[in-house]
């Protein structure tokens, strides 16, 4: 069968694909500055006999697989960024630029569809239909390069996408995601607080811009438990306060920043809405002012029905439906949404912590790592969606054309 060669072919590229993520983790490149990495990208999709496009939405790379049979369009998407920070880890394979490292996997997801690319590139004559290989930048900053390479054409004839994201706290082997609201909005804010500096002995002569900051941040609180109907997600973090720089001076202005999340459009609404409000009432309460940047980010990854079942089912039949389940919503956020806003698809998740006993961290934590082995099956669950996704629709456009000739 040919999907089974097209698996085994995968199988004999590990070591090349370990390769490959080692090396982008050991030159990590961040997002909107990535130079090197699309180049290596490009050279070998190029070497592969693939056609290639370079600078797609500023620094993404295409490549199109054209298959041997007419068909469908499925494309594939992998990030490639990495984020300010320092990598901690004690491994060979380290970062080597200080304060920049691959925390959050997408190393690996450029090693999986690179070794995806080299299968089908071998096989494109078994194709039924083309395959898209979108290799994005800026995953981890937004406006994030999914809007960028959407604008430059990445989805022009794609009638579906597949993508995914190791999941490094999840047991190596597990495969999950759900259909509808799969990953949240992705929202943040600035807030500039202005008051009245003086001697911290005299603070009656002053607005302390510290303390209506603090009403402020206890204020946002009780949003989520207070306002949100508790059956509904919402999110609001702040994630940096900066105020002062002396023990003995009232700090006139106060900087905070944070994020929202949410799943409904409703509550996203209603969030920035009553954010503001709730600034501009705490500052007009203690005789301050605020300057309130919002910035609307990602919005939330949606899968879409038939594609997400084509998922479970594939994943169950290679990996057993022990191994495959239907998860809950997950806050974070990804702009894959923006592909899923364009072309129906699904985006999954694919467990790959280590089973050998060592700590494992968080995504974005200074000693990120995860099981290379994931990769492998994160490869073949996309080469067989691929596979059964153009299959069943040339099967059933043939049928069309069949039925349309009997009438006839």
Same mark, same amino acid.
């Given at each position: 069968?040919?999907?089974?060669?097209?698996? !085994?072919?995968?199988?004999?590229?590990?070591?090349?694909? #370990?390769?490959?993520?080692?090396? +982008?983790?050991?030159?990590?490149?961040?997002? +909107?500055?990535? !130079?090197?990495?699309?180049?290596?990208?490009?050279?070998?999709?190029?070497?592969?006999?693939?056609? #290639?496009?370079?600078? !797609?939405g500023g620094r993404g790379v295409v490549g199109l697989i054209k298959g041997g049979k007419s068909g469908k369009t499925v494309a594939l998407r992998a990030d490639f960024d990495a984020l300010p920070i320092q990598d901690e880890k004690d491994v060979p394979y380290k970062s080597l630029f200080p304060g920049v490292m691959h925390a959050c996997g997408h190393d690996g997801h450029t090693a999986t569809l690179l070794g995806i690319a080299k299968v089908l590139s071998e096989v494109r004559e078994e194709l039924p239909g083309n395959v898209v290989l979108i290799h994005q930048h800026a995953e981890e900053k937004p406006p994030g390069g999914a809007v960028q390479m959407i604008a430059d054409g990445c989805l022009d004839g794609v009638d579906a996408i597949f993508g995914y994201h190791l999941a490094a706290p999840s047991p190596l082997g597990f495969l999950g995601t759900r259909k509808g609201s799969a990953m949240a909005a992705a929202d943040s804010f600035e807030i500039t607080i202005y008051g009245k500096g003086g001697h911290g002995s005299s603070p009656h002569q002053t607005v302390d811009s510290i303390i209506v900051a603090t009403q402020v941040i206890n204020q946002l609180q009780l949003i989520v438990s207070r306002q949100v109907d508790p059956l509904k997600t919402a999110v609001i973090s702040i994630g940096s306060f900066h105020a002062g720089n002396a023990n003995n001076v009232i700090a006139d202005k106060a900087v905070l920043t944070g994020t929202v999340r949410s799943f409904e459009p409703e509550v996203r609404d209603f969030l920035e809405k009553e954010i503001k409000n709730v600034i501009n009432g705490v500052c007009a309460t203690h005789h301050a002012k605020a300057d309130i940047r919002y910035e609307r980010g990602y919005s939330p990854v949606v899968n879409h029905d038939k594609e997400t079942e084509l998922f479970f089912k594939v994943a169950k039949d290679l990996f057993g439906p022990d191994r495959v389940a239907e998860i809950p919503p997950i806050t974070g956020a990804e702009d894959f949404a923006a592909y899923l806003e364009k072309v129906p698809g699904v985006f999954f998740h694919v467990g790959a912590a280590n089973p050998d006993g060592r700590e494992m961290f968080p995504h974005h934590h200074p000693k990120f790592d995860f099981d290379e082995r994931a990769m492998v099956i994160a490869g073949k669950t996309l080469l067989s969606m691929t596979y059964h996704y153009l299959t069943e629709q040339k099967e059933l456009n043939e049928l069309v054309v069949q039925e349309t000739s009997n009438t006839l």
């Open positions: 069968m040919a999907l089974e060669n097209w698996h !085994v072919k995968l199988e004999a590229l590990y070591d090349q694909m #370990v390769k490959w993520r080692r090396h +982008f983790h050991q030159y990590p490149e961040l997002s +909107f500055e990535e !130079v090197e990495t699309p180049k290596l990208i490009a050279k070998l999709l190029t070497e592969w006999g693939i056609e #290639v496009r370079t600078g !797609v």
